[in-house]
């Protein structure tokens, strides 16, 4: 705790930190997950069954039993009745504060035993003579080990006393929210009045949570628009290209655009035209056509006489774009450079100098490229692929490198709208929302794994009528060498399976040349069934794999498996994916694999996962480093954001001190985030 005004043992603060409790404000903002209510006294002959009470009385007995096993038992009584209160773990201390005539008070809930009604370990202590009865519940905390109840009562109570609480909105404004004051609400939420309904509290529905929800979504607002804003004042190279380059590829390519990259391309040249830099999400649906799109990007910043970047999650899908890019732009005249983490060290220097000099006018590599320090001559524009893996920190990572390139993001896994509002609130958005045409719809099936042979002769008929397959290995996230292995088994289980088929194998631990070998054969249909494990999930295209088949597709993500089956339907052949299942399912996987069968629209797939999953994890949000929404939910509170929304525009034209305030509060700590 760096506050002067409150003061934490080392130790302590250490354990506070593991819950994120850092300023005193986070301490301010540490909600209880339940209450207690020692508000009243119930008589013992009332206490419901399994409700928490607090029961007051004197004890009448007090043991410790041997049998069956050691325990302290204390039988409390009142006007109305007696109970035992049982302890399996006691300190002579907790013996002596029952000795028989003392009066206790006891919190816990009633339930029949053996030997009549009982409390096992409540909790209790001592009243004197003048022992008030508190006014507020009892708030109980999320803890971490060894930091007990009463001492985050303590400290939080002190934080609630010290920390200046007054309220960050301008009264006038205040006026119309309707919600109490920020001061009322944290206390309330600490302390609620007994009268309060635990219903409401419980489901966050009572107005002091919805003004702490509103700030928050405020605070995320604010924050979002003002990295906006500070790329609107940021400098970058205006971009603006002859159109020689890009003549030359559209005239190569054996396809025309479709509307929606044509739509997208304008508002990326616009963008680029500008002298600010661009940092815009382009979102497509997987096969949508977002890597020409890039490469006509790309072109436009070569033109201009700068360098373009393109990154990717992984190194297989790195791979993929480099070798189509390199075919699309060497007959141009241009240099592609590739970087990887697993290259040579002599071919990553021979890269970085090219980079550095130049002489490469298009460099690709795994974002391992940006972490590094690397340097380029003239770097205009930095694209990012499947940007759905990487999070806000390394989104502005980026930003640092060879002074203040364009960036375009690009991602399949489309963010529905709310969460786009909310967390993606600093980017612009460009949709490519129609398919190249001429694609045939995939079938999805799901079968059950107990039908595994039936599917391999789906496969060899496949193959035999000239199509290729892909076998995708179970996800085994507890450990990669099993992951692997089950890889391996199943390469050598399908090659003895299918005779006169030509299996290939590709996993994450290959060196990269055996992976690109492996990839490169499968793309000429010298291999025709290709058994991988989840590498292959994003960019991979090979237009005549027309059959997917997924192990253990319940251990998957939808948006992996939308992913996944994505790498067929890419040409004019019908396509089918099967979804193999190991029964029994539970009913959320039946959920889920539901959804891949009923629909390949990946918006409304996004949207259902959401549902299924909440916003934290559909984004990865951990990772993520943006300020995180910890009472907020975009979707469920979505009139509130739509009201954050607006706020945050007034208060940033009208109220730029209240807009440093409510700043201050909420990104207590992180306002670094502001600064990057
Ligand atoms: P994604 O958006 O999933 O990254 P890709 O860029 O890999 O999709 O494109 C999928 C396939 O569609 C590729 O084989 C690509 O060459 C092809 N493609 C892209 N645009 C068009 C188009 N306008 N018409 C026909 N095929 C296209
Ligand atoms: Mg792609």
Not at 91 to 113: D, F
Not at 431 to 450: C, H, W, Y
Not at 624 to 648: I, K, T, Y
């Amino acid at each position: 705790m760096k506050s002067s005004r409150l003061t934490v043992a080392p130790a302590t603060a250490q354990k506070l930190a593991r819950l994120g409790l850092v300023e005193p404000m986070d301490l301010v903002l540490h909600l209880p997950l339940r209450y207690e209510d020692e508000t009243r006294i119930t008589a013992i002959a009332d206490a419901p069954y399994q409700h928490s009470v607090q029961i007051e009385g004197e004890v009448r007995q007090c043991e410790v039993r041997r049998q069956p096993r050691k325990q302290l038992r204390v039988l409390l009584a009142d006007a109305s009745g007696a109970v035992w209160l049982r302890f399996l773990h006691f300190y002579p201390s907790q013996e002596k504060l029952c000795a028989v005539g003392q009066r206790l008070r006891a919190v816990g809930e009633v339930r029949r035993g053996f030997q009549g009604d009982e409390m096992v370990h409540p909790k209790i202590h001592a009243v004197g003579d003048n022992d008030v009865l508190p006014e507020a519940m009892t708030p109980v905390y999320p803890t971490v080990q060894g930091l007990n109840q009463s001492t985050l009562r303590r400290l939080i109570g002190q934080a609630l006393a010290l920390e200046d609480l007054s309220d960050t909105l301008p009264a006038a404004l205040r006026a119309a929210l309707a919600l109490p004051d920020f001061a009322d609400a944290v206390h309330t939420l600490h302390h609620p009045p007994p009268d309060c309904a635990q219903q409401a509290l419980a489901l966050r529905r009572l107005p002091a949570w919805q003004r702490l929800k509103f700030d928050e979504l405020l605070a995320q607002q604010l924050a979002m628009r003002i990295l906006y804003r500070q790329r609107r004042h940021g400098g970058s190279p205006r971009l603006c290209g002859d159109g020689r380059l890009r003549q030359a590829l559209l005239a190569q390519l054996p396809f025309a655009l479709t509307a929606a990259q044509q739509r997208v391309l304008a508002e990326i040249d616009a963008d680029l035209a500008s002298p600010h830099p661009m940092r815009r999400l382009l979102q497509g649906d997987v096969g949508s056509g977002k890597t020409v799109v890039a490469a006509l990007a790309a072109l436009t910043a070569i033109e201009a006489g700068y360098q373009a970047a393109l990154m990717a999650p992984t190194e297989l899908l790195a791979e993929q774009h480099y070798l189509k890019l390199r075919d699309w732009l060497t007959p141009l005249g241009l240099t592609v450079a590739w970087t990887s983490g697993s290259q040579k060290k002599s071919e990553r220097q021979a890269a970085r100098a090219a980079m550095a000099s130049g002489a490469a006018q298009l460099t690709v590599g795994t974002h391992a490229l940006f972490q590094d320090d690397i340097d380029f001559a003239r770097l205009g524009l930095a694209i990012v692929d499947e940007q759905h893996r990487f999070g806000v920190g390394q989104r502005l990572a980026l930003s640092g490198k060879g002074g203040e390139p364009h960036q375009l993001m690009m991602s399949a896994t489309p963010i529905p709208r709310t969460l786009a509002m909310s967390y993606y609130a600093d980017l612009d958005v460009s949709v490519i929302d129609e398919l190249p045409p001429g694609r045939t719809p995939i079938v999805t099936k799901l079968i059950n794994a107990a039908r595994r042979g039936e599917v391999m002769g789906a496969v060899a008929h496949a193959v035999a009528q000239g199509r290729q397959a892909y076998w995708v290995c179970p996800l085994i996230e507890e450990s990669e060498t099993l992951q692997l292995q089950t890889a391996v088994d199943t390469h050598v289980e399908l090659q003895a399976a299918l005779p006169g088929v030509a299996v290939g194998l590709v996993h994450g631990r290959m060196k990269s040349a055996d992976k690109a070998a492996v990839m490169a054969a499968f793309s000429r249909n010298e291999v025709q069934l290709l058994v991988a494990t989840t590498v292959i999930e994003v960019g991979v295209d090979v237009p005549n794999a027309s059959l997917m088949v997924i192990e253990h597709a319940e251990r998957m993500g939808l948006a992996q498996l939308h992913q996944l089956r994505g790498r067929v339907g890419r040409g004019a052949a019908e396509s089918r994916c099967v979804l193999l299942f190991e029964a029994p399912l539970s009913d959320l996987a039946k959920a889920r694999l539901k959804v891949m069968y009923d629909t390949t629209d990946g918006f409304e797939i996004a949207r259902q996962d959401l549902q299924l999953r909440g916003p934290g994890e559909f984004l990865g949000a951990r990772q993520s480093g943006a300020p995180m929404l910890r009472f907020a939910d975009p979707e469920a509170d979505q009139p509130l954001l739509d009201v954050a929304r607006n706020w945050a525009t007034r208060l940033l034209a009208e109220h730029p001190d209240a807009v440093d305030a409510h700043l201050r509060r909420w990104l207590s700590g992180k306002e670094q985030f502001l600064r990057a």
